[in-house]
């Protein structure tokens, strides 16, 4: 019943001879009002120029923990567009498939509104995947004096990577010689023991980026 602008009118009915009399002092429309503050969260992530031009596809994870009965409709917005708009399994990871359309270079923003009940986001996470792009590929060799020192385990053989401090996640798989492992980190220095993988002759190194990677230095000491 209620407009933007209302109007209250008050009318008295009665003969035409017969008088009423009212009298009304400090009227007041009362109204409950939700605090919706309580019920909005937003979250931003950054997606570089290298990482968005080579994106693939991309999905949101997140774990609600609140009680199903009571908990109501979650919409998700990204960047403007609502990508999801349904009641969250609590207690479990729920998982949102995401489009390129609906991301961009730089700075996104991903807000959570819940329409009642209450609910913590935690685990909030973006995955992307990238299209296949370029390996980097380097060689070294060991020499059989060298190796011999190896095996006896007099020296030791270490790999040390340096990438550039953007403070972002640096995600990649690793493969020395066929064994393959998994960079996934922030800091800006990765090293690892490799004497179990080293071989005598040639050697040699690939790094597949899975995100942006930006490599200062690539060393392989024997210590």
């Known amino acids: 019943m209620l407009n ?3 109007s209250l009118e008050f009318r008295v009915s009665g003969g035409f001879f017969e ?3 009212f009298s009304f002092m400090d009227i007041k429309i ?4 939700t605090d919706i503050s309580k019920q909005i969260a937003t979250n931003t992530f950054t997606l570089s120029d290298i990482e968005f ?3 693939e596809s991309a999905y949101l994870n997140f774990y609600p923990i609140c009680e199903q009965e009571r908990v109501g ?3 998700i917005v990204v960047n403007g567009k609502t990508i999801y708009s349904a009641t969250p399994v609590c207690e479990s ?6 489009y390129k359309e609906d991301l961009r270079p730089g700075k996104n923003t991903a807000i959570f509104k819940l329409s009642k009940g209450t609910a913590r986001i935690e685990q909030v996470r973006l995955r992307t995947i990238l299209k296949p792009v370029k390996s ?5 060799t060991i020499n059989a ?3 011999d020192d190896i095996l006896a385990g007099r020296r030791i053989v270490v790999l040390h990577i340096e990438f550039v401090d953007d403070r972002e996640v640096k995600h990649a798989e690793l493969n020395i010689n066929g064994r393959l492992d998994v960079i996934d980190q922030r800091e800006p220095t990765y090293t690892r023991a490799i004497t179990n993988v080293a071989r005598e002759g040639n050697n040699y190194i690939e790094i597949r980026p899975l995100t942006d990677l930006s490599i200062v230095k690539l060393q392989v000491r024997v210590e």
């Open 4 to 6: 933007k602008t209302n």
């Open 73 to 75: 409709l979650l919409d």
């Open 53 to 55: 031009d080579n994106l």
């Open 30 to 33: 009362i109204g409950d009002i």
């Open 136 to 140: 980097f590929i380097d060689y070294f």
């Open 19 to 21: 008088k009423k009399y």
């Open 145 to 147: 004096t060298l190796y």
């Open 93 to 98: 990871a729920n998982r949102i498939d995401i």
